[in-house]
């Protein structure tokens, strides 16, 4: 038998790069990431991105913490009905617009225009591509944090680590530090969902930046090959069976619930 484990904490990313949005629950369909999961990025310089057409492109096409670690230092939220994107900097309004209309993005993108001046290799660009997600893989995931693994890079590192670093959709307790590492190939009971382990994320430079402060404070891939020999922290599964999850969820082998 399994140790028990739970869903401590879910999050969403609406924009690729910009603030995590806590949820209480959460209902995951098969084949589909969280809904509105990385629905939307900015596009720095072209792509080729085509909205009728949505297809993978890697993060570096986009504004992102690995690079770009002043989006940290904004406080963005999305409504779901309205679309409305309203970004915050220093506790101030200072961009809001409707990300499924012209006029919206335009008011946004104006905003990364000048707050990322210095980042941006062409125009920023609001792009969507209705349920397409601009997840760092090309399939659809949810992304699984072991917080037994945060604590022990805490330990490595002699610091506190935020887990928000790691810009999990699911944070997980009761496991054993980097066993959810040894879960890739497992399918998962979480809540009334069932889930399909398929790899563990390698971590790049973007959990080096300090949610909290937007410094780019930790050397944190450099650490763990140097001290654990790889830069795996946590997992990406696939939705096999639609369901309800919810914070406080037992997550669990298929088989041992």
């Known amino acids: 038998m399994s140790m028990r484990a739970y869903i401590q904490s879910i999050y969403r990313y609406p924009v690729k790069g910009l603030t995590p949005e806590q949820l209480p629950t959460v209902m995951l369909s098969t084949g589909q990431p969280l809904p509105n999961d990385r629905r939307y990025a900015i596009e720095n310089g072209p792509s080729g991105f085509d909205p009728a057409d949505p297809k993978y492109f890697p993060k570096t096409y986009f504004l992102m913490l690995m690079r770009d670690e002043r989006l940290a230092a904004l406080d963005a939220h999305y409504d779901d009905d309205s679309h ?40 920023p660009k609001v792009l969507s591509g209705g349920n397409h997600s601009f997840s760092d893989v090309a399939k659809k995931v949810v992304s699984i ?10 330990d490595i590192v002699g610091q506190p680590v935020d887990p928000l670093r790691f810009r999990a959709n699911l944070y997980v307790t009761g496991w054993p530090a980097w066993s959810e590492l040894e879960k890739v190939g497992q ?33 944190l891939p450099h650490t763990m090959m140097r001290n654990l020999g790889h830069a795996n922290c946590g997992i990406y599964a696939e939705v096999v069976a639609d369901g309800r999850i919810a914070a406080g969820d037992a997550v669990a082998p298929v088989g041992d619930v």
């Open 84 to 123: 409305v994107l309203t970004i915050r900097q220093g506790g101030a309004e200072v961009a809001r617009g409707d990300l499924e209309t012209a006029d919206g993005r335009a008011t946004i993108e104006a905003y990364f225009k000048a707050y990322c001046a210095n980042e941006l290799k062409g125009p």
């Open 145 to 154: 944090i072991n917080l037994a693994s945060v604590a022990a890079l805490e």
């Open 187 to 219: 399918t998962l009971s979480v809540g009334d969902a069932r889930l399909s382990v398929t790899k563990p994320i390698v971590r790049c430079a973007a959990i080096n930046v300090d949610p909290a402060t937007a410094a780019r404070d930790l050397n």
